[in-house]
């Protein structure tokens, strides 16, 4: 078993910037990919970025890509997501998840068996 506990969500104005952390407990964090996505309101939750158990290769959603960065410590048993240059249609729940599966298909919710319980960002215009 994993625990996962997001933080670091908050209100920034467009153009802001947030650093969310992804907490990780139980089983080595290591082993195991990671992912955040995210779900505004009255939408389906969509991937937003991926990385593998080395942190040596990751992905990207379109509408994120250049502007967001993941990125993990698993001396700390720790992800995160550099959101740089935000903008009002990044208003949403992000979740961070992760699995032992080390060649997921990222951007499926059902390829991940842990996941946290979400952190709110809203960036006003």
């Known amino acids: 078993q994993v625990q996962l506990v997001e933080s670091g969500g908050g209100l920034v104005q467009a153009g802001g910037s947030l650093r969310l952390s992804c907490a990780a407990s139980?089983?080595?964090?290591?082993?195991?990919?990671m992912a955040w996505f995210r779900q505004a309101p009255g939408k389906e939750r969509e991937f937003v970025a991926g990385?593998?158990?080395?942190?040596?290769?990751?992905y990207y959603a379109d509408s994120v890509k250049g502007r967001f960065t993941i990125s993990r410590d698993n001396a700390k048993n720790t992800g995160y997501l550099q959101m740089n240059s935000l903008k009002p249609e990044d208003t949403a729940i992000y979740y961070c998840?992760?699995?032992?599966?080390?060649?997921?298909?990222?951007?499926?919710?059902?390829?991940?068996?842990?996941w946290g319980q979400g952190t709110q960002v809203t960036v006003s215009s």
């Open positions: 998840a992760t699995d032992t599966n080390r060649a997921p298909r990222w951007s499926l919710e059902a390829e991940y068996d842990y």
């Open positions: 139980g089983r080595t964090f290591s082993w195991y990919v």
């Open positions: 990385i593998t158990w080395s942190g040596g290769t990751t």
